[in-house]
């Protein structure tokens, strides 16, 4: 059995927090933020890593990169151990969290990648060409002599990104890599992995809260909820599996208690609006209109088309949630 | 050997880069290094002051004095110089920033070292330089090449000492600062001090790494000798050549309870 590039087996991380309960009285708490992760990662895979606020994703790419040890459980990455062999690891990985600086402050951003090169030991040559890379996918060039707290968020990532990548990593950890950034930011970035993907096959790992983000790179996503995985599997199959759930939104003349018909469920209501879930496998949105008509006064009707969202969104709440253990949608 | 060549070229160049940033606020740093040496110059006026009204403290006369208060003001002054930013440890394991140091492939020390060269902590060297030459001037030294070696050696190992100890004790920060907690004090201003558990290293070790070994073995032992003064305290003499001995011993353990210190590192939220 080969090993894929990124192996996780049985990962967990305990922290142990001290609240304040009076004024000078304190509670130990210990908040499982992983809590028995299994996965592996192919070389040259893109997966987006998901969850709602709190889940474990940050903790978990801080195990994965040799920032935090692990609690119990067993990390490869690259076929080395992160916490044991961390500056070895470090040459081959690029790290990047959207929500904090790693440039140096107060030097100009092409300063930052001249030391950056020299701490990586990248070739003069390797450099040069990264470089006028970056700069005119990234278009670095306006702010290249800015101070890094000079700059604006946008330009900061964009920044960070290319010292996150200066080292042809292997691997890349996005924390939130488009966190703040416009639209049309956002669009840059992701040109930019799927290339970087594409033409030298680097793996990327990356969390994100903007689903757009997964549509437009991820093949593969994994869904954490309070450190356990819950999916793991193709973004399509998984859109298959939830998507079929259509909603149908109904306003009604007068608000009325959740409607009953037959193949379409009440998942919502706000005063005369409802929100009716069906299989548009077992009924058809003609058959399902009828049904309400024939039971209640309908103002206006609006069908929601399925997509990565609200599937998403579903499952954060808990109504998709399989019964037990991750669901594997490939 | 390379290893360690190529460590101290990188460490230049991030200080020449560091270093240029500052110039560029050019009076400020003037200012600022002026000020740096007139506080300093304050603790040895204190001195001055003493002995004004005293002739002699315990056995010292006020040059002899200055030569101990001059070898360990200026081991301190450069141990701030290389490694004062040890200062914002507490605040970068805190809120976070330490994991960056995590995801490249240098030592963290190192790396912490290196981040914030500030060239205003030359102010204190100046005046511990001063302070020496006063010293050396007043004093009658016999000199001899043994004593030239000893005064020579005891700045670099003094500083190698206080650099250890200084390491040594900050290391407390990766078990105390619990990400959640430490968020709220970062935001609310909390005192850091007051989280401190006082017991995590016992109350005489902290004594003794604090006072007895600075000002023993960095100044005290080496002005004895150098004076060729009976020791007031009657303690061996072989003490007085056991500065780098001390210095080898309190690095050392630094380095270790540094790599230990780094495992129990607890990131912040986010
Ligand atoms: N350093 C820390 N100390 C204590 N608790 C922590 C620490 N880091 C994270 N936690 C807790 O662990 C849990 C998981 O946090 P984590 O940052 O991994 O979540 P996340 O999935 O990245 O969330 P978000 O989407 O908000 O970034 C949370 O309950 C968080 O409060
Ligand atoms: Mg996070």
């Keep these: ?330 | 050997m390379g290893d360690l060549r190529e460590g101290a070229a990188l460490y230049l160049r991030i200080t020449a880069a560091r270093i240029r940033a500052q110039l560029q606020y050019r009076a400020s740093f003037a200012l600022e290094t002026v000020g740096m040496f007139f506080v300093t110059f304050l603790d040895f006026v204190v001195i001055l002051i003493i002995f004004a009204n005293v002739p002699a403290l315990a056995g010292w006369s006020r040059a002899e004095v200055a030569l101990l208060y001059a070898i360990s003001a200026l081991c301190f002054a450069f141990t701030d110089l290389v490694v004062g930013q040890l200062d914002w440890l507490s605040e970068w394991v805190r809120n976070g920033t330490f994991d960056g140091m995590l995801v490249r492939p240098r030592g963290t020390l190192f790396q912490v070292i290196s981040s914030d060269f500030q060239i205003r902590r030359v102010g204190k060297i100046v005046q511990g330089l001063l302070v020496l030459v006063y010293a050396l001037v007043v004093l009658d030294i016999q000199w001899t090449p043994a004593r030239a070696l000893m005064l020579a050696a005891a700045i670099p190992v003094g500083t190698v000492i206080f650099i250890s100890i200084w390491v040594l004790t900050i290391s407390i920060v990766f078990w105390t600062v619990d990400g959640r907690e430490a968020a709220n004090a970062f935001t609310y201003g909390g005192s850091f001090l007051a989280q401190f558990p006082i017991n995590l290293y016992d109350r005489w070790l902290r004594r003794f790494l604090g006072y007895v070994v600075p000002i023993a073995f960095v100044a005290y032992f080496p002005s004895l000798y150098i004076l060729d003064k009976p020791d007031p305290l009657g303690l061996p003499s072989i003490l007085q050549f056991a500065a780098p001995v001390v210095a080898v011993v309190t690095a050392i353990a630094a380095g270790l309870v540094w790599r230990v210190a780094v495992r129990h590192y607890q990131s912040a939220g986010g």
């Design chain 1, 1 to 330: 059995m080969t090993m894929a590039l990124i192996e996780v087996e049985g990962l967990r991380k305990d922290f142990t927090v001290t609240r304040k309960t009076g004024v000078l009285r304190r509670a130990r708490a210990v908040v499982h933020a992983v809590d028995g992760l299994t996965f592996s990662v192919e070389r040259g895979e893109i997966v987006g890593y998901i969850g709602p606020n709190g889940a474990g994703k940050s903790t978990t790419v801080k195990m994965l990169t040799g920032i935090l040890v692990p609690t119990a459980g067993r990390i490869s990455v690259g076929g080395l151990v992160p916490t044991d062999r961390r500056t070895e690891l470090a040459r081959r990985i690029g790290v990047l969290f959207g929500q904090r600086v790693q440039l140096w402050w107060d030097l100009p951003l092409i300063e930052s990648f001249e030391l950056l090169r020299h701490m990586y030991r990248v070739g003069a040559d390797r450099y040069r060409e990264n470089l006028a890379t970056f700069r005119e996918l990234l278009e670095l060039d306006p702010f290249l002599g800015t101070p890094v707290r000079q700059l604006s968020l946008g330009q900061r990532v964009r920044g960070e990104l290319t010292a996150a990548m200066l080292h042809d990593p292997e691997i890349l950890f996005l924390d939130e890599p488009t966190i703040g950034l416009d639209i049309v930011a956002k669009q840059r970035v992701r040109e930019f992995l799927l290339r970087a993907n594409r033409e030298h096959g680097v793996t990327v790992l990356l969390t994100t809260h903007d689903l757009a983000d997964i549509e437009r790179l991820a093949r593969r996503i994994l869904i954490i909820d309070h450190g356990r995985l819950i999916y793991d599997g193709e973004l399509e199959a998984l859109k298959r599996r939830f998507g079929p759930r259509r909603v149908l939104v109904v306003d009604l003349v007068e608000p009325a208690p959740p409607l009953r018909v037959d193949g379409g469920e009440v998942v919502r209501t706000d005063g005369p609006r409802q929100w009716i879930a069906f299989d548009g496998d077992r009924i058809t949105a003609a058959a399902l209109i009828a049904a309400v008509t024939a039971v209640a006064a309908v103002r206006d009707l609006t069908l929601e088309e399925p997509e990565i969202e609200s599937v998403v969104r579903e499952i954060y709440a808990g109504r998709a949630r399989p019964e037990a253990g991750p669901i594997r949608g490939s």
